[in-house]
């Protein structure tokens, strides 16, 4: 059935390649477009960083070993990976130049030095003399001056220099404590250029002495997949502390892409190569900057004078569900509470944690973090509940990706605080978003528990799609109890009756309400599964559901980026859809729905179905029970499946096709943009709550006018 199944890192790419689709859509507002080309570009950083570093690693290790769904070698899959990056490489400069072209139009204009004036070109050559020359550090490589450390993604210029021996190289870093992005003094254009083309052009002013054969502007990547469990080997230490000494040392690890702006001669580019231990097929070619970081600062400085040139403003909305100046514990304690990002605020749970840090009747706070932000008013609020007397326990993910600095510093401001601090089981990330309040009451204790499908940080929260479920149900918080003892003492929760928990009890039953719609089907009953995710790799689970489809169960699927199922399979996946939404903010909620009508199984959680998720991290799912909120995510998941802007199918050749080139759509078809169309909602169900908020006041208002023509007409003799 290897037909059936596409390779993951091959699948990450064609999501990339749908991201880069966003910049290239005219549709899309031309800011926006440059933010995807931005967007596209990090994401291929992390991809090189991570995934083809870990596949590096495992060449080394075992170069026979062969992943478990298409039985490639590591070797292969790299070999796939740099085809088809580079081959994604002139798309990405075409997206590139089609916007700078665009916004040319408007006179916003990236300065090349051919169409300089006599004036600016005078302009740059004082700025680069003043502000960049005496900053920069120019090295000769030859044979008695060693090839210097090149750092992760910064970036350099390297000159050939003459030499009548051998190559000799000139490198300059390109980055430093000189602003990058550079104006020219200009009122009626915007009009800029990058540093690391100014020093490329002046490179002979450097390099003075010598006479310089060609130049180019580079950049590295370096494998970032650092090992924990060997750095953890048989040393009594701090987790933290060994955290730290990792963040340094993945800062040094192998090269594993090398991109070029430029061209060198054969005889330095393989110098370049040799020295990085980089082969050939590693060094990828492009003409827009390597590092796309700058689009943050020019994008502020074109929204000043073109606002149009961006999304329209939008700002998460105040939640119909939840009545303002009350408390949070009380409605909750009445009814289940659905906060659905990034249409309704996440003010709501913050504030939820401030009341709980003064409610008297409050003895304890537990949350799990994964990834918060750098200004969290969330750790501030866990910080004040231990300050005033709460038990206050957190367990603080060190090992979140990229965000284990941030995550260190929080650490150790909530000890000080006061909280009890730990960071997980061995060997597990622990990637759940749960909370629990736990009140002590003359009836005894209270559970509000908090589920959630993403982080516990304002700042995503006002960027990705997710769901955030607070509930009193004592049978739910019981178990959110249980695992929060499990993570105290380093175990693991083995079974629930409610929460679904990896490692041990979240995969096994998902195949169970899976079986529980194939025996469905086989008995002629209507059987269904739904399934919102970020990414589908995890082959026990998929191979669950091509069972499924080929008993005759319903499939439908939203998944974001990796989807290593092929649908549309005659006699093996042909029961099952795969939709990708790739727009505005980044669809990150997980859904499952297992079945119709009254018996469906409804959840919500942080895990995708990838084997890191199923097994290798502490992951919560939690049932919706509350049947208004049910009818909501319902109508979440349906919105999005008849989406016909933003969608892309995926086919039966694991490509994808924006599902208005595959259905029939005639003019008279309604436009339909679930993101879009959630905003509107998001807006009005606000209005309502705002209209109703009104009503009573204008009533108040016409009934003392009414009052007061009474008074002035008795007063006057004209009334009783």
């Excluded at 070993?65 to 899959?77: D, I, L, V, W």
């Excluded at 978003?433 to 700042?459: A, P, S, W």
Aim: glycine share 4%.
């Amino acid at each position: 059935m290897k037909d059936c199944y596409y390779n993951r890192e091959l699948s990450w790419l064609k999501f990339n390649e749908r991201v880069l689709e966003e910049a290239r859509d005219k549709d899309v507002p031309i800011c926006e477009r440059l933010l995807f080309s931005s967007i596209f570009q990090s994401n291929l950083d992390e991809f090189f960083m991570i995934r083809a570093g870990s596949l590096y690693d495992q060449t080394l290790v075992d170069s026979d070993s062969t992943e478990n769904k298409t039985g490639m070698t590591s070797a292969e899959q790299l070999d796939e990976i740099y085809r088809r990056s580079a081959a994604l490489l002139p798309v990405r400069d075409a997206a590139y130049r089609e916007i700078m072209e665009d916004l040319e139009k408007f006179g916003i204009e990236r300065v090349r030095f051919e169409n300089l004036s006599p004036d600016e070109e005078r302009y740059l050559e004082e700025y680069f003399n003043a502000e960049i020359r005496p900053l920069i550090s120019p090295q000769v490589v030859d044979k008695r001056h060693p090839f210097p450390f090149l750092a992760n993604k910064s970036t350099y210029i390297v000159s050939h220099i003459e030499s009548k021996s051998s190559v000799k190289l000139g490198i300059i870093a390109a980055s430093g404590s000189f602003p990058r992005l550079i104006f020219l003094p200009c009122r009626t254009k915007i009009r800029f250029m990058l540093a690391e083309r100014l020093i490329l052009h002046f490179v002979s002013l450097v390099f003075e002495n010598y006479n310089i054969l060609d130049s180019a502007i580079i950049r590295v990547t370096r494998n970032a997949d650092i090992n924990l469990e060997e750095a953890l080997y048989d040393h009594d230490v701090d987790l933290r502390d060994v955290m730290e000494e990792l963040l340094k040392k993945r800062k040094k690890l192998s090269p594993v892409r090398l991109e070029m702006t430029g061209k060198l001669d054969s005889e330095a580019e393989e110098f370049l190569l040799g020295k990085l231990e980089l082969r050939k097929n590693q060094l990828l070619f492009c003409e827009t900057p390597a590092d796309m970081s700058f689009v943050f600062r020019l994008r502020d400085k074109i929204g000043e004078a073109h606002p149009d040139f961006f999304y329209p403003a939008f700002r998460p909305q105040e939640s119909p569900d939840i009545i303002k100046n009350e408390k949070l514990i009380p409605q909750i304690l009445r009814k289940d509470i659905l906060l659905s990002y990034p249409y309704e605020s996440i003010k709501p749970f913050i504030s939820l944690l401030n009341e709980a840090a003064e409610d008297p009747q409050v003895v304890s706070v537990k949350i799990t973090l994964y990834r918060v932000a750098s200004n969290s008013k969330i750790v501030e609020a866990l910080i004040n509940a231990a300050e005033n007397g709460k038990e206050v326990f957190v367990l603080v993910e060190l090992r979140a990706r990229f965000d284990e600095e941030n995550n260190i510093g929080w650490s150790k401001r909530l000890e000080e605080a006061g909280c009890t601090v730990i960071y997980g089981p061995e060997s597990l990330k622990v990637h759940s978003k749960l909370l629990l309040i736990t009140q002590k009451t003359e009836n005894g204790l209270r559970y509000i528990t908090q589920i959630g499908t993403g982080n516990y940080n304002e700042k995503t929260s006002a960027l990705y799609t997710d769901l955030s479920l607070m509930t009193a149900d004592r049978n739910i918080g019981a178990e959110a109890g249980t695992v929060f003892n499990a993570l105290s003492m380093g175990t693991l929760v083995e079974n629930s009756q409610y929460l679904l928990v990896a490692p041990l009890s979240l995969r096994n039953k998902i195949i169970s309400l899976i079986d529980r719609e194939i025996a469905a089907a086989k008995m002629g009953r209507e059987s269904y599964t739904g399934l919102k995710l970020n990414s589908l790799t995890d082959k026990v689970l998929m191979d669950k559901l091509i069972e499924a489809s080929r008993a005759g169960v319903k499939i439908e699927m939203v998944i974001r980026g990796i989807c290593c199922l092929v649908p549309g399979i005659p006699e093996r996946t042909e029961n099952i859809t795969v939709t990708s939404i790739v727009g505005r903010f980044l669809e990150h909620s997980r859904i499952y729905i297992f079945g119709r009508g009254e018996d469906m199984a409804l959840y919500i959680s942080s895990a995708d179905f990838m084997t890191r998720n199923t097994i290798r991290r502490v992951e919560v799912a939690v049932p919706v029970l509350d049947k208004d909120i049910r009818k909501r995510i319902l109508n979440i998941f349906g919105t999005m499946l008849a989406d016909n802007v933003k969608a892309r199918v995926m086919l039966p050749d694991g490509s994808y096709m924006h599902r208005r080139d595959i259905e029939e759509i005639t003019p008279d078809t309604p436009r339909i943009n679930c993101q879009e169309y959630f905003i509107k909602e998001a807006y009005e169900r606000a209005e309502k709550v705002r209209s109703a908020a009104e009503k009573p006041a204008v009533q108040q208002q016409s009934a003392v006018k009414r009052v007061r023509v009474k008074v002035h007409r008795v007063r006057n003799g004209s009334g009783k």
